[in-house]
C-alpha cells in the first residue's frame, strides 16, 4: 500500500483503487495525513469497509454504523445513538479489530458500568444501562449483517438492566383535580388537561396547531411531533407509524381548546403551534405546580401513564388503550402497564362467582 509525500505541503496522501459496492473499479485519492503511517491507516481502513472484512477496528465499524443512522434516523434519535457509542462504549473497544471483542470482554465492560458512580455516589439506572448495551450490540448486529462478522458477543454475553423502569409513577383523577387547581395560566392549564385526558406525548402536545382540531366532531388529529434541537424547531413525525392517529375528546376538553384557540389567534409560533412553549417550561410548570397543590412530583411523561391507569380502572381493553396511545403493537401496552391489570383480579373473580351463583 504505497503512500506518497507532498514536499511543498510537507503531508502525506494515498492514492488507490477499489472496488465499490456496484462492482466498478475506482480510484480513490486522500490528502492531507501529517505522517506516513495515518495515511496507510486510512487507505487499510478504506479497503477493509469495501471489502467487507470483519477484522476492522471497532472505532471503524461503529463509524459506518452511525453514517447509516444518520440517513435514516431522526436527528434526536441519531445524537442519543452518538452520544453512547462515543462516550460509553468506544473508549473500551475503538482499537480492538471486530472479530476478536470476544464475550469475556463484553462481561469485564458490563462489569465496568454496573461498578460505575457519580460524584453523589449514585450507580447508572437500569434503563441507562440497557440502553448502552442496546447499543454496542446494534453496532455487533450491524457487522454481521454487513461485514461477514460470525456472531454478536454482546448477545452471547447477554443483556444488562431493563428496558422499563421497575415501576411508573401515575396520578389518581383526585390528584390531578388538586394539581390542576393550582395551575392559573390558560396555556399550561390547557396543556396539562390535554395530557391527563388524552395521553399523548409532550412531543405531540407542543406540535399541535388548530388544524390538528375539528372541533364539531370532537377529533383532535395527531400527524408530527415537535422537538427543540441544536437551536432549531424541528417537527418530525411521531415515534412510531400508529402514533399518526385520531383521538376522540370529552366535550368539555373540545369546549376549553377552542375558546384557548380563539383567545390565541395571532400569537401562534413556529409551524402555527397552538402551545408556544418549551418542554422545559412545562416542566417547570409541572413541578410548581406540584409543590403549590402538596400532590407526589411526577414526570411530564408519567402523565401520559395517568390517562392509560384511567383508562384500565375504567375497564377499557388494551386494544383500545393501544389505539389511543398510539403503541405499535398491543404487547407494548401489556407490558408498560401489566403491573396495574392484577388489581382487577378481585373483581372479575368476584363476578366469575356471581355468575356461577346465578347459573347453576
Known amino acids: 500500500m504505497p503512500v506518497y509525500k507532498h514536499k511543498s505541503r510537507d503531508s502525506w496522501y494515498c492514492s488507490f483503487y477499489y472496488t465499490d459496492w456496484t462492482g466498478r473499479r475506482k480510484r480513490k485519492k486522500k490528502e492531507g495525513f501529517p505522517s506516513k503511517k495515518e495515511a496507510k491507516n486510512y487507505e487499510a481502513a478504506f479497503l477493509m469497509q469495501h ?66 458512580r457519580d460524584e453523589k455516589g449514585h450507580p447508572y439506572s437500569d434503563t441507562y444501562m440497557k440502553a448502552i448495551h442496546v447499543q454496542l450490540s446494534a453496532v455487533f448486529n450491524y457487522g454481521m449483517r454487513y461485514y461477514g462478522l ?46 391527563f385526558w388524552t395521553g399523548i406525548r409532550s412531543g405531540e402536545l407542543l406540535a399541535l396547531s388548530v388544524e390538528h382540531f375539528d372541533f364539531g366532531q370532537n377529533l383532535m388529529y395527531i400527524t408530527r411531533s ?40 395571532g400569537k401562534e409560533q413556529t409551524g402555527g403551534r397552538l402551545f408556544a412553549m418549551s418542554r422545559y417550561q412545562i416542566t417547570k410548570a409541572l413541578k410548581d ?51 396495574l391489570y392484577p388489581n382487577k383480579q378481585s373483581d372479575l373473580a368476584i363476578h366469575l362467582e356471581d355468575i356461577h351463583n346465578r347459573t347453576f
Not at 437551536?231 to 376522540?248: E, I, M, N, W
Not at 408519567?302 to 375504567?314: M, P
Request: aromatic content about 12%; some cysteine.
Open 226 to 265: 415537535y422537538c427543540r434541537f441544536h437551536g432549531q424547531d424541528l417537527f418530525l413525525a411521531p415515534k412510531t407509524a400508529k402514533s399518526v392517529r385520531t383521538v376522540t375528546l370529552p366535550p368539555f376538553l373540545c369546549r376549553d381548546v377552542r375558546e384557548y384557540a380563539a383567545a390565541s389567534a
Open 150 to 195: 460470525p456472531s454478536n458477543p454482546a448477545a452471547l454475553c447477554g443483556s444488562i438492566g431493563q428496558k422499563k423502569a421497575a415501576a411508573i409513577d401515575f396520578w389518581t383523577i383526585d390528584e390531578f383535580r388538586r394539581f390542576l387547581a393550582c395551575v392559573y395560566e390558560p396555556p399550561f392549564r390547557i396543556a396539562f388537561q390535554l395530557l
Open 51 to 116: 471489502e467487507g472484512r470483519c477484522d476492522m477496528s471497532f472505532q471503524t465499524l461503529a463509524g459506518l454504523y452511525l453514517d447509516d443512522c444518520k440517513k435514516r434516523c431522526k436527528p434526536t434519535s441519531f445524537y442519543a445513538k452518538s452520544y453512547l457509542i462515543e462516550t460509553k462504549i468506544l473508549p473500551y473497544f475503538q482499537t480492538i479489530p471486530v472479530n476478536e471483542i470476544k464475550v469475556s470482554a463484553v462481561r469485564f465492560w458490563q462489569n465496568e458500568l454496573l461498578s460505575h
Open 289 to 339: 405546580g406540584c409543590t403549590a397543590a402538596g400532590v407526589k412530583a411526577i414526570r411530564l411523561h408519567d402523565l401520559r401513564h395517568s390517562h392509560a391507569s384511567l383508562l384500565i380502572e375504567l375497564g377499557y381493553s388494551p386494544l383500545l388503550i393501544a389505539e389511543r396511545l398510539g403503541h405499535e403493537k398491543i404487547e407494548t401496552t401489556l407490558q408498560t402497564y401489566s403491573h
